[in-house]
């Protein structure tokens, strides 16, 4: 890593650890299976959204052997509000079954086996491993894309979410990986907002690529 990037990998660390020592996901969930569902349902959703509907879904189906027999149409009836709910419905219905089916109801520990239950991509396999497993992966969504690229951490050739996790990983130590997942998100969550990023209430000005280019004298 070259110097000046490695000191605004340490600026950008020790800013959050001082603003965000406790970052965590804002999903609700209450063991590795919640969270599971609720991050396959908050693609392309908010949250919010997901919160407002999982309590229901999970009292009515609060294991994967529950939700594995589940109708499709029965899960659609509980997450409707969500966005793709026909989708997600279906990806639910499919990845209980192979929780069930492969894997004896347990959450997998690995990239692999997790990815291979329907709806299940490298992004929510990552919060998972990271999240629930404590390992060294950072899930790349639109948040984490920006604001990495704004910041100037990772370079412009890195064009994809998968350039852009390997950069990051590559970066960032990694006992610090899985809580800058969550510094990165919500930091692109409620400060620097994607049509007007809120750069005068961001205390990482000194560092960020972006605003120095908009923000020239």
């Known amino acids: 890593m070259k110097k000046s990037l490695a000191s605004t990998y340490e600026t950008l660390t020790s800013y959050f650890e001082k603003q965000m020592p406790e970052a965590k996901a804002e ?18 959703c908010t949250d919010k959204r997901v919160n407002m509907v999982t309590p229901a879904l999970f009292e009515r189906y609060p294991t994967p052997f529950a939700m594995a027999g589940a109708t499709e149409e029965e899960i659609y009836e509980l997450i409707k509000s969500v966005s793709y709910p026909n989708n997600k419905a279906k990806h639910l219905a499919g990845l209980s079954r192979g929780l069930v089916d ?4 347990i959450v997998p520990d690995n990239h692999e086996d ?37 910041l100037g951490i990772v370079d412009e050739n890195a064009d994809t979410p998968l350039k852009v996790e390997q950069q990051l990983t590559a970066n960032f130590s990694d006992a610090i990986i899985p809580k800058a997942h969550h510094w990165l998100i919500l930091h692109g ?4 907002l994607a049509r007007k990023p809120l750069c005068d209430k961001c205390g990482l000005t000194s560092i960020c690529k972006f605003f120095k280019n908009n923000h020239k004298n």
């Open 27 to 44: 999903l609700h969930y209450r063991n590795s299976f919640e969270l599971l569902v609720a991050v396959v349902l908050s693609a392309q």
């Open 102 to 105: 492969k894997f004896n109801g």
């Open 114 to 150: 997790l990815q291979s239950l329907p709806g299940v991509g490298r992004k929510t396999a990552n919060v998972i491993l990271a999240v629930i497993f404590g390992r060294p992966t950072m899930a790349v969504d639109t948040h984490v894309f920006r604001v990495s690229h704004r």
């Open 189 to 192: 969550r409620y400060v620097c």
